[in-house]
């Protein structure tokens, strides 16, 4: 095979996983914060996926366009879930938090199979059968417009944390819970807020997914580990860490779906994930914590 | 022994397990194939709960992946009947041998190399989809279009090869429960059961105390996986098909994990009591739906995420706890001590 089809592949790979990695990076600030695993995360994404879906359908309004709108809708239902269910959990072990979330994950898919059913479902955008030649590069406008709105979403999350006051204090509750309380920031609210970031993230990212993917109930468990897998790879609590592993596993992907078969994709992607655990437990760019 | 095994439990609860064995081995006598087929179904969560609650409710260790020890079970056995005829009571051995060769590959590598808590669930979802993807390209063992057994005859029962009436799986998933009730107890009250429940409790407290956690948690992880195996062989000679995408799929380890949830991790009641309540509210409703004449999808497994939300919102320890104490059994039931903050 000539060499032009590899880097085709591995081109298309970055771009699907930049996709993926600002869903992990939603995964990767919730913990980093709150100190919760969103168990219900994948759900969440497919729940933004058949918001994105059905406006498509019934206005025709463009997925990328409900960008916003659809963020909003996920970043409301984070806050309310984050106050409602997960806040008087906060205390609780690890096990009991990741099964609160489990029954939410379970809910969520459940209701969405009888809401839409088991059929696969998609957009037909304008530009879906349109590319970009580059030279020997074929870039396929989907992917590479997805691409770019998750760098976008990406990079303003990064100046939100770095430049605004909230993000600062959110930052300040990450780095120490005891000080943020001393200064006399609600930390409660920030934890809302937090969460609703991270949803609203995960939300953009599903409005951006339907242009790669056809949207089904079981997705959501699927992408729940893959944004594991990608947060784990990348370092938990690391936000660049979360694009580098998204990146890194949607190129593994990619190329290892032409290489074997495309059924077969998702086994590369675990065994990263069992390297990274036995060999760097904290991730590529995580900080080691001792307990 | 008879002694070792009464020895601590209360006379009333004693006389109410003895009550309730009577009552489950009378059942064919007197039920319908749906009913025997919905108890079948109770008494097999209840046997893989218990086979999960010696990982996480003895020994703290949260597997989220056992379906993968349901599934190499079942295609093991399966496999070794359907291409040599290997009858299932020789299978089975071979089957739990696989289960806990991999278990033990599972919990090497993760005690070794200190993947603990939620890590150590994300590795075991991750094997469980390894193995689903990995068998599914696997075409002797039929791949994603299925391993089918030949189907069974109802007209004789024959046990040596495990093909016959709804009531003769009864009768051998009973005894499977059964004995792995008592298997459990008596762990409990071993040394490694004392080791395990410090190990929960706290495993630095507990290798402070001399305790090779390493070894103990292994011994968890190889009984738990062979014992669970020996259920996904039932469910091979059970149902006679097998699909990768069915009996390795990651709903089917969430399932099993709720009815030890549900009745009280670390209890030895709660995965029977989980199982039982579970199965008849879920059954329940079906047969309400159906007289609604409403066909929906899904609408089980939300009924069975409410269930998980209310109780672990509500009755973080299970129903058990609370219920062994209305039943004026206090908590000396047996149990291995369901209280404290975990």
Same mark, same amino acid.
């Given at each position: 095979?000539?060499?032009?089809?590899?880097?085709?592949?591995?081109?298309?790979?970055?771009?699907?996983?930049?996709?993926?990695?600002?869903?992990?990076?939603?995964?990767?600030?919730?913990?980093?914060?709150?100190?919760?695993?969103?168990?219900?995360?994948?759900?969440?994404?497919?729940?933004?996926?058949?918001?994105?879906?059905?406006?498509?359908?019934?206005?025709?309004?463009?997925?990328?366009?409900?960008?916003?709108?659809?963020?909003?809708?996920?970043?409301?239902?984070?806050?309310?879930?984050?106050?409602?269910?997960?806040?008087?959990?906060?205390?609780?072990?690890?096990?009991?938090?990741?099964?609160?979330?489990?029954?939410?994950?379970?809910?969520?898919?459940?209701?969405?199979?009888?809401?839409?059913?088991?059929?696969?479902?998609?957009?037909?955008?304008?530009?879906?059968?349109?590319?970009?030649?580059?030279?020997?590069?074929?870039?396929?406008?989907?992917?590479?417009?997805?691409?770019?709105?998750?760098?976008?979403?990406?990079?303003?999350?990064?100046?939100?944390?770095?430049?605004?006051?909230?993000?600062?204090?959110?930052?300040?509750?990450?780095?120490?819970?005891?000080?943020?309380?001393?200064?006399?920031?609600?930390?409660?609210?920030?934890?809302?807020?937090?969460?609703?970031?991270?949803?609203?993230?995960?939300?953009?990212?599903?409005?951006?997914?339907?242009?790669?993917?056809?949207?089904?109930?079981?997705?959501?468990?699927?992408?729940?580990?893959?944004?594991?897998?990608?947060?784990?790879?990348?370092?938990?609590?690391?936000?660049?860490?979360?694009?580098?592993?998204?990146?890194?596993?949607?190129?593994?992907?990619?190329?290892?779906?032409?290489?074997?078969?495309?059924?077969?994709?998702?086994?590369?992607?675990?065994?990263?994930?069992?390297?990274?655990?036995?060999?760097?437990?904290?991730?590529?760019?995580?900080?080691?914590?001792?307990? | 022994?008879?002694?070792?095994?009464?020895?601590?439990?209360?006379?009333?609860?004693?006389?109410?397990?003895?009550?309730?064995?009577?009552?489950?081995?009378?059942?064919?006598?007197?039920?319908?194939?749906?009913?025997?087929?919905?108890?079948?179904?109770?008494?097999?969560?209840?046997?893989?709960?218990?086979?999960?609650?010696?990982? =996480?409710?003895? !020994?703290?260790?949260?597997?989220?992946?056992?379906? $993968?020890?349901?599934? +190499? /079970?079942? #295609?093991?056995? *399966?496999?070794?009947?359907?291409?040599?005829?290997?009858?299932?009571?020789?299978?089975?051995?071979?089957?739990?041998?696989?289960?806990?060769?991999?278990?033990?590959?599972?919990?090497?590598?993760?005690?070794?190399?200190?993947?603990?808590?939620?890590?150590?669930?994300?590795?075991?979802?991750?094997?469980?989809?390894?193995?689903?993807?990995?068998?599914?390209?696997?075409?002797?063992?039929?791949?994603?279009?299925?391993?089918?057994?030949?189907?069974?005859?109802?007209?004789?029962?024959?046990?040596?090869?495990?093909?016959?009436?709804?009531?003769?799986?009864?009768?051998?998933?009973?005894? =499977?429960?059964? !004995?792995?009730?008592?298997?459990?107890?008596?762990? $409990?009250?071993?040394? +490694? /059961?004392? #080791?395990?429940? *410090?190990?929960?409790?706290?495993?630095?407290?507990?290798?402070?105390?001399?305790?090779?956690?390493?070894?103990?948690?292994?011994?968890?992880?190889?009984?738990?996986?062979?014992?669970?195996?020996?259920?996904?062989?039932?469910?091979?000679?059970?149902?006679?098909?097998?699909?990768?995408?069915?009996?390795?799929?990651?709903?089917?380890?969430?399932?099993?994990?709720?009815?030890?949830?549900?009745?009280?991790?670390?209890?030895?009641?709660?995965?029977?009591?989980?199982?039982?309540?579970?199965?008849?509210?879920?059954?329940?409703?079906?047969?309400?739906?159906?007289?609604?004449?409403?066909?929906?999808?899904?609408?089980?497994?939300?009924?069975?995420?409410?269930? $998980?939300?209310?109780?672990?919102?509500?009755?973080?320890?299970?129903?058990?706890?609370?219920?062994?104490?209305?039943?004026?059994?206090?908590?000396?039931?047996?149990?291995?001590?369901?209280?404290?903050?975990?």
């Amino acid at each position: 095979m000539p060499v032009e089809i590899y880097l085709n592949v591995a081109v298309s790979g970055l771009l699907t996983g930049l996709v993926y990695g600002l869903m992990a990076l939603g995964l990767s600030v919730i913990f980093g914060v709150v100190r919760v695993v969103n168990f219900a995360h994948g759900e969440m994404m497919s729940i933004a996926m058949y918001l994105a879906v059905a406006l498509f359908a019934a206005y025709g309004l463009d997925p990328l366009a409900m960008l916003v709108p659809i963020a909003a809708v996920l970043f409301a239902l984070g806050y309310v879930m984050q106050r409602g269910l997960i806040n008087p959990f906060i205390n609780r072990p690890e096990h009991s938090q990741f099964m609160l979330l489990l029954a939410v994950a379970l809910i969520m898919v459940n209701a969405l199979l009888i809401a839409f059913g088991p059929d696969a479902r998609g957009v037909q955008t304008s530009y879906a059968f349109w590319s970009f030649a580059l030279g020997w590069l074929i870039v396929d406008a989907n992917k590479a417009f997805a691409g770019l709105a998750a760098v976008a979403v990406a990079g303003s999350l990064f100046a939100f944390f770095r430049y605004t006051l909230v993000g600062k204090a959110i930052r300040a509750c990450a780095d120490n819970y005891a000080g943020a309380l001393v200064v006399g920031l609600d930390v409660k609210r920030l934890y809302a807020l937090t969460f609703a970031i991270g949803s609203a993230c995960v939300g953009a990212t599903g409005s951006m997914m339907v242009l790669l993917v056809d949207v089904t109930p079981p997705l959501g468990p699927a992408y729940t580990l893959l944004a594991f897998v990608i947060v784990i790879t990348g370092g938990l609590g690391s936000m660049p860490g979360a694009l580098l592993g998204g990146v890194l596993i949607g190129v593994t992907e990619a190329l290892g779906g032409l290489m074997f078969t495309p059924s077969a994709k998702s086994m590369f992607t675990f065994a990263i994930l069992v390297l990274v655990l036995l060999f760097r437990p904290q991730g590529i760019l995580g900080k080691r914590v001792e307990p | 022994m008879i002694a070792r095994l009464t020895d601590g439990v209360p006379q009333r609860g004693l006389k109410l397990l003895a009550g309730l064995a009577l009552a489950l081995l009378a059942v064919p006598f007197a039920a319908g194939d749906y009913l025997i087929t919905v108890l079948i179904g109770v008494l097999y969560s209840a046997y893989v709960g218990q086979a999960w609650n010696i990982m =996480m409710g003895f !020994a703290g260790q949260l597997s989220l992946g056992h379906a $993968l020890y349901v599934g +190499i /079970g079942a #295609y093991a056995s *399966a496999a070794l009947f359907v291409h040599f005829g290997v009858s299932p009571w020789l299978g089975l051995w071979a089957a739990m041998a696989c289960s806990a060769a991999v278990g033990g590959l599972i919990g090497f590598l993760a005690f070794r190399f200190g993947v603990a808590g939620v890590y150590f669930a994300i590795l075991t979802i991750a094997f469980a989809e390894f193995a689903r993807i990995g068998f599914d390209h696997w075409s002797w063992l039929g791949g994603s279009g299925g391993l089918f057994l030949p189907v069974a005859n109802y007209t004789h029962n024959d046990i040596l090869t495990l093909r016959g009436s709804p009531s003769m799986f009864y009768y051998v998933m009973l005894a =499977m429960t059964a !004995a792995a009730f008592v298997l459990c107890h008596l762990l $409990l009250r071993s040394r +490694i /059961g004392y #080791y395990w429940l *410090a190990i929960r409790e706290s495993p630095d407290a507990a290798q402070a105390l001399g305790i090779d956690i390493f070894r103990a948690k292994m011994v968890a992880v190889l009984i738990s996986a062979a014992m669970t195996s020996l259920g996904g062989v039932l469910f091979a000679f059970y149902y006679n098909n097998l699909f990768p995408e069915q009996i390795f799929h990651i709903s089917r380890s969430i399932e099993l994990i709720l009815g030890p949830i549900i009745g009280g991790i670390g209890t030895l009641v709660g995965p029977i009591i989980g199982a039982f309540l579970l199965t008849t509210l879920a059954e329940t409703l079906s047969e309400i739906m159906r007289g609604l004449g409403v066909d929906l999808p899904g609408i089980k497994q939300v009924f069975y995420g409410f269930c $998980l939300l209310l109780v672990v919102m509500f009755l973080p320890d299970g129903v058990w706890p609370p219920l062994s104490r209305w039943l004026g059994l206090g908590r000396g039931d047996g149990e291995g001590g369901h209280e404290g903050s975990r």
